[in-house]
Nanobody, 125 residues
């Protein structure tokens, strides 16, 4: 089970930190899972935002958020984070975290089997 938190309403240029807490993986620990963040704006497809490997040693970002967002994880706390700075109105969306039992980085929706319920981020201009 993946549960996101930390969304909300923020002015353009502001910051938010999203968290995603994982639980319930029978026989497998959180550190066995690659993690990703995706977002979906109204009437748009769900799109990739950021991903991180099992150990946290490698990350990857969509061009639209590179330099502004940072993905990280704390395997001791079974949690992945998305620090979002310099937010823009076009960042407004429901943000989802996703997990996959994988050694690599998943950049597509199809790369992930497990999803959270999403958290709303709204950036006002």
């Amino acid at each position: 089970q993946l549960v996101e938190s930390g969304g909300g309403l923020v002015q353009a240029g502001g910051s938010l930190r999203l968290s995603c807490a994982a639980s319930g993986a029978s026989g497998r620990t959180f550190s066995n899972y690659a993690m990703g963040w995706f977002r979906q704006a109204p009437k748009k497809e769900r799109e990739f935002v950021a991903a991180i490997t099992r150990s946290g040693g490698s990350t990857y970002y969509a061009d639209s958020v590179k330099g502004r967002f940072t993905i990280s994880r704390d395997n001791a706390k079974n949690t992945v984070y998305l620090q979002m700075n310099s937010l823009k109105p076009e960042d407004t969306a429901v943000y989802y975290c996703a997990a996959e039992f994988s050694y690599g980085l998943g950049l597509k929706v199809q790369d992930y089997h497990y999803w959270g319920q999403g958290t709303q981020v709204t950036v006002s201009s």
